[in-house]
């Protein structure tokens, strides 16, 4: 669960990162790092995908300056993943609320990835 989120820092699970994160719905969390800082192409997403979830939720920035591809929000439909873009802010809380319910269902969990971009 993220727990707080300022620009250029989140906390997940009581632990603070000062740089961009990958968290998954098994609570593990990531380095995520791209080719050009507020680009997001299908280079930078292919590690989320790999893992098969069911949604991959992207913030891109306290203002929302990242900015996702075309190519790479293709990738990712075509594989049969949702996506949900917005400012990292609303990223977040809309992560957080689908990790929970995800595990409030019975014998069903949901497998959410989180790219978080934490600064611009």
């Given amino acids: 669960m993220v727990e707080e989120y300022k620009f250029g820092s989140i906390t997940i699970d009581g632990k603070t990162y ?7 719905w098994t609570g593990e ?23 098969s979830p069911d949604t991959i939720i992207i ?3 306290e203002a929302g300056m990242a900015k996702v591809t075309e190519e790479a929000k293709k990738e990712i439909l075509s594989k049969g ?3 949900i873009i ?8 809309t992560f957080n609320i689908q990790k929970e319910e995800s595990t409030e269902e019975e014998g069903v969990r949901k497998k959410v990835i989180g790219l978080f971009h ?3």
């Fill in 59 to 61: 913030g891109t920035g």
């Fill in 86 to 93: 917005d400012k990292t802010e609303e990223a977040i809380k």
């Fill in 118 to 120: 934490l600064t611009c």
């Fill in 29 to 51: 969390v990531l380095k995520w790092w791209r080719e050009e800082s507020h680009i997001i192409d299908v280079a930078d997403v292919k590690r989320a995908i790999g893992e």
């Fill in 81 to 83: 993943i949702g996506l």
């Fill in 18 to 24: 000062e740089y961009d994160v990958e968290v998954r």
